[in-house]
Nanobody
Framework: VQLQASGGGLVQAGGSLRLSCAAS????????TGWFRQAPGKEREFVSA????????YYADSVKGRFTISRDNAKNTVYLQMNSLKPEDTAVYYC???????????????????WGQGTQVTVSS
């Protein structure tokens, strides 16, 4: 599975962006997918994850109520809709995929086998 993240950019606080994670590979539709982010000088942190069927989602407390993860398996794409953006959301955003479903490790980097290259999101105040 190869992942390609896109959709990042520069936006003012309170604005919105939609990130996309396009995947190659016929098995992607059976993989759980997550989004992580890494700000300068900080560890990469969990943002959100979605089950392969799209029926179950998880969010970090810091983005709950503002971000929405979804997927379109026909297009092999997972989305992250980000609303009410804050300067502290500034980071490089990475998508990742795992064949292990959404278990106890869903918020850990080690749970995911495949990673995209990242897309920069910058929120100005």
């Amino acid at each position: 599975v190869q992942l390609q993240a896109s959709g990042g950019g520069l936006v003012q606080a309170g604005g919105s962006l939609r990130l996309s994670c396009a995947a190659s590979g016929r098995t992607f539709s059976t993989y759980a997918t997550g989004w992580f982010r890494q700000a300068p000088g900080k560890e990469r942190e969990f943002v959100s994850a979605i089950r392969w069927s799209g029926g179950t989602t998880y969010y970090a407390d810091s983005v709950k109520g503002r971000f929405t993860i979804s997927r379109d398996n026909a297009k092999n794409t997972v989305y992250l809709q980000m609303n009410s953006l804050k300067p502290e959301d500034t980071a490089v955003y990475y998508c990742a995929a795992t064949p292990y479903g959404l278990g106890a490790g869903v918020d850990r980097r080690s749970w995911y086998d495949y990673w995209g290259q990242g897309t920069q999101v910058t929120v100005s105040s």
